[in-house]
């Protein structure tokens, strides 16, 4: 019997899963129309609260001020990353030119990036909720607690490297770990949530052995982490060379990226083989309306319109509503995976 309490934690938790992919989905939209330096300054826009909607409102040496700022900002990280012992990296960015080139007011793009840090404010708040309900199970599963606290933390620190981001004017290796604790933080909600429903429930008993689909959906797990840096480098070599044509002559920007996509849509072939595979061996052992097999079904969805996406990026001009797209369902392939890998988990063998 789940009481009122740990039935709110559940709900609480899902929604905060469902918030975080939105602000995946609000940061490719950004990225997709190339406003992530929308707000020179962080946590503000522009020193407000509420952004400004025309340049009149701006002081006459915005430029020169949000680029010493962001000079200030680069020296306190980089001291940070000699002392981690991270020399090379740190003089990389002391010594990149673009972080003193200034940005041009757009209030297109002020707005949407105004609009990906409220939806990110948005899921901060979900994720302190959740942890403030977590509570609940202090006498059942600490584990809860403890993993709901420590995504407040990783949260944190993702905002943090949010505002490096900004200030090192989309520095590309930044970016990839930014993208890499948005996972982080989807895949401990998702832990946290499958484990409240989970509490008190006798794990599913089957007749056909399930340590190989267990270790193989581990594998395809990996092959998808791996798969979702190459797209994040193959989005920052496509920003750059967006930025080099202004935004413009879209068709050419694919034929540009060199390497690196070609390594993408390659192992987005090895992709599709792990999940056909991972699908016909949960037909083989789940039936009817069982969880495992409706989450398989719903990770074929996700890969058919993941591979649309991709295909549409690749061959009809790099249309900006498919980059959001195909970013949001990447996160989303990877969280029906490892949600499937933590049901099928706690599925045993049945011994006759």
């Known amino acids: 019997m789940v009481s009122r309490s740990e039935q709110r934690f559940i709900r609480i938790n899902f929604i ?44 006459a040496n ?9 000079i200030k900002k680069n020296e306190k990280f980089a001291k940070y990353l000699e002392s981690m012992g991270k020399v090379a990296l740190a003089d990389s960015i002391r010594n990149d030119k673009s972080i003193t080139l200034p940005e041009e007011f757009n209030p297109a793009k002020t707005w949407v990036e ?29 584990r809860i607690i403890i ?17 490096i981001v900004v200030s090192t004017n989309l520095a590309q290796w930044v970016v990839t770990v ?3 604790l948005a996972i982080v933080i989807l895949a401990i909600s998702i832990y946290t949530y499958n ?8 794990p599913s008993v089957i007749m056909y052995r399930i340590l190989w689909l267990k270790g193989f959906l581990l594998f395809t797990l990996v092959i998808s982490i791996m798969q979702i840096v190459l797209g994040t480098e193959v ?5 750059v060379i967006a930025k080099s044509v202004s935004y413009g002559l879209r068709g050419t920007w694919i034929d540009k990226v060199g390497a690196v ?31 495992p097999l409706l989450t398989a079904r719903f990770i074929l969805i996700t890969l058919l319109i993941q591979l649309l996406s991709g295909f549409a990026l690749a061959y009809i001009a790099f249309p900006p509503a498919a980059q959001a797209v195909h970013i949001l369902f990447s996160t989303l392939l990877f969280s029906l995976q490892f949600y499937l890998y933590l049901l099928v988990y706690r599925t045993s063998t049945y011994k006759q």
């Open 16 to 59: 905060t899963i469902i918030v975080t992919l939105l602000v995946i989905l609000a940061g490719g939209i950004v990225r997709s129309t190339g406003s992530g330096m929308g707000c020179p300054d962080w946590p503000k826009c522009f020193d407000r609260y509420i952004p400004p909607t025309d340049v009149s409102q701006l002081p």
């Open 62 to 70: 915005y430029k020169e001020k949000y680029v010493a700022g962001r």
């Open 114 to 142: 105004y609009l990906n840090r409220l939806t990110g404010v948005f899921a901060g708040l979900f994720l302190l909720l959740t942890a403030v309900y977590s509570f609940t199970y202090r006498k059942t599963a600490k």
């Open 147 to 163: 993993l709901s606290i420590l995504n407040i933390f990783v949260v944190g620190y993702q905002a943090w490297l949010g505002s």
């Open 178 to 180: 930014h993208m890499l």
């Open 195 to 202: 484990y409240a429903k989970q509490l008190g429930k006798a």
């Open 235 to 239: 989005r920052e070599a496509i920003d």
């Open 261 to 291: 996509f070609s390594y993408h849509r390659d192992l987005a072939i090895l992709v599709v083989i792990c999940n056909g595979i991972i699908y016909k061996m949960v037909i083989d052992r789940f039936s009817g309306k069982a969880a």
